[in-house]
Each structure stands twice: as C-alpha cells, then as structure tokens.
C-alpha cells in the first residue's frame, strides 16, 4: 500500500541518519571519558577501545528510543510542512490511521531495545565492570611502569624504577617505599631483576641501601648490600562477588526483589515501555503550523524526551530508596504518559479544543433561552 510503504521508507532514512548522528556524538564522549579514566590508573590503557565500546553497547537502547522518536517527529513535521499531511487527510486518512504503519516500522526497535536494556546493558556493564577488576587488582611486578610511582595491590609499597632495560625484567634505578610489621623502610639500588623461586616471586636489588625505621621507638637502622631480595605479589585476582547491581543480570534481579535490585529492573523496563510511549507521543506532538518555525517541535520533543527519561531515572532512585513500589511507580509513569498520548492523539485525530467546546456549550445555553421565552 503507497501510504504504507511511503512513510515507512521515509522514516527508515531519518531514522538511520538521525541514529548515526547520535551514535556518533555518544562514542566521542564515552571516549573522552574513558580517557579520564585510564590516566587516572582506573582503566588499562590498552582496553579504551574495549571499554568504549561496550559503555557504547550499554546506551544503545537509550540512543535507539531518542533516535526513533526524533525520526517519528521529524518525518511528520516535515510532512505538515510540506502540506502532505494535508493531502492524506484529504483522502480519508486520520491522524489515529498512521498508528499502524508507525508501529509496523518501528516494532523491530522496540524489540532491539527491550533485548539491549534487558540482556545487553547487563551483559556491557559485566565486561567492563571484569575488566576494571582484572586491572586493579594485578600483582605488584604488574604494577611497575618505568618512569612512574606505583602502588601495591595491598597499599603496603610503593615503587619506582627510573627505567627497564631490553629485558622486562630487569631495571636500574629501583625505589621501594614499604610499611610493614610495624617499620618503615625505604629502599634504594642501581639495578634490579626478577626471578622465581619456587611458587613465589622475588625482586632480587643489586648495590644499594636500606633505611629501617620503628614506628615504637622511632629508633633508625641504615644499611648497605650488595644484593637484597623482597618477595612482590605476583596475582592477586580474587573470585568476584556480585559486582554493582547494574552488572546483575534481569533473572537474577527478579530472583532476588530487594528495593535496589526492584529499582535497576525498573530502569530497564522502563527503558522498553518508554520506546513504545514514544512511538505514541511522536504521532501526537508532530502537528506543526507551516506558518511556524521548522525547528519548534523537534525541540519540543527533544524536551519531553529528556523530562521522561529523567523521570526513569528518578524512579530508579525512589524505587531503590523504598519510597515507592515499583509497580505503582511504572503504573504512574508509564501508565499516565501512554493515557496522556493517547488521550492527546485522540483530541488531535477529531480536532477538539476548548475554544470549540465552550462555543458548543454557550450556543446550546442561548437556544435553551430563547425556547424558554
């Protein structure tokens, strides 16, 4: 059918160009982002890409929704303007007639979206969440970067090699601030190597010195060698626990209804009710004046979208603060937009309005006057 298939291919181009945009926009700050994170030794270096990538992966619903709803929005403004609206109503075509071709294009996204928010958003936020874990707590040799102050995996050292030679295991210039068994020690060398003995690692320092000092007494000991050893953690990864509820994946957080877990589950199902709103609510505010501004509504919806989402995510809160029950804070919000959308598509499908209501009212009130006289 041409009505069909007309808006259809229409909104697949606005939808693809608009979803590019924003994909776009989104990787370049979960970029700088990311960036701010690993030089503050919270992410591997070399894992950016990886880490981006999968924080990509995590947004992807909430860019897939703003994407669909600024296409619905766009295409039709542009249909107002250019009076094709007019010509479909014309021909017998109601606003409440596009319902079905809308949700026959969009009905894959919505999909799209509720398996990202459900399985996806879970699924990226495990990745990175492992891959911070498997960073921070790497052993002691791990640590050492040439040219930098590091700290052990249990905070009790600090160490600095001036540089490494050919060999990764090997360095001149050694630094070794500790605390331990109730002393302070710094010590010094010209060069150092590693080497395993047994199940453990060492640090074996050549020509340098030591400085012991008691916490007790405050007493100190100095010291030189010509080769002094120090066992460093080689790993200490543990086995990880749950990992922040966002991690959680949507089976576990309805085997386990604590208030916070009710609270993430609201997060991502609202995220899937709301692509659906906005199918509904697009249709609803796209009615433009041609006389007006071409960029009115799509600010318009680009308000709405952000009021609704920060509600979504307000209601994340509340929910997880046991403020309000999570099925009585869906039923409000999700409920009430997709009434008020409909409620809004109905009055604009039969072209109500209060002018014309209290004119009604008014006429009928004069003719029941004048039968009565």
């Not at 050292?157 to 710094?186: C, H, M, P, W, Y």
């Not at 100095?222 to 949507?250: C, H, I, M």
């Not at 906005?278 to 952000?306: C, D, E, M, Q």
């Not at 869906?330 to 039969?350: K, N, P």
């Amino acid at each position: 059918m041409l009505f069909h298939s007309s808006i259809r291919k229409e909104l697949a181009r606005s939808f693809g160009a608009t979803l590019v945009v924003l994909a776009t926009v989104v990787m370049t700050m979960m970029l700088i982002r990311t960036l701010g994170q690993a030089s503050r030794g919270a992410v591997n270096p070399s894992d950016v890409m990886m880490v981006m990538g999968y924080t990509v992966l995590g947004h992807l619903p909430t860019i897939l929704a703003l994407s669909l709803f600024v296409a619905i929005v766009g295409t039709l403004s542009r249909m107002y303007r250019d009076s094709e609206m007019v010509i479909w109503f014309a021909s017998g075509r109601g606003l409440a007639s596009f319902v079905a071709p809308l949700f026959r294009f969009a009905w894959p996204v919505l999909l799209v979206i509720a398996v990202l928010a459900l399985v996806g958003w879970p699924w990226s936020n495990q990745q990175v969440q492992g891959m911070r874990d498997h960073y921070e707590k790497r052993g002691d040799v791990e640590r050492i970067a040439p040219g930098q102050f590091q700290e052990s995996a249990n905070g009790t050292r600090v160490f600095f090699v001036d540089k490494q030679s050919n060999d990764a295991n090997t360095g001149n210039n050694v630094f070794i601030a500790a605390l331990e068994r109730g002393q302070e020690a710094v010590t010094s060398s010209r060069s150092a190597r590693i080497e395993t003995i047994g199940q453990d690692r060492f640090v074996l320092l050549s020509q340098g010195q030591r400085m012991e000092q008691l916490l007790a007494d405050g007493s100190v000991k100095l010291s030189d060698f010509s080769e002094y050893g120090t066992r460093v953690a080689s790993n200490v990864l543990t086995e990880s626990d749950g990992g922040p509820t966002k991690a959680l994946s949507t089976l576990k957080l309805l085997k386990e209804p604590s208030p916070v877990n009710q609270g993430e589950l609201s997060w991502r199902l609202g995220l899937a009710l709301a692509g659906f709103n906005f199918v509904v609510l697009a249709l609803a505010v796209s009615v433009v004046n041609p006389r007006a501004g071409r960029t009115g509504s799509l600010v318009f919806a680009l308000f709405a979208f952000i009021v609704y989402y920060n509600f979504i995510n307000l209601g994340q809160n509340w929910v997880s603060n046991s403020s309000i029950p999570m099925l009585k804070f869906m039923a409000l919000l999700h409920g009430g937009a997709a009434l008020m959308g409909a409620a809004l598509l109905i009055q604009r499908h039969y072209n109500w309005s209060w002018r014309q209501w209290l004119r009604v009212r008014a006429n009928r009130r004069l003719s029941d006057e004048g039968s009565a006289r």
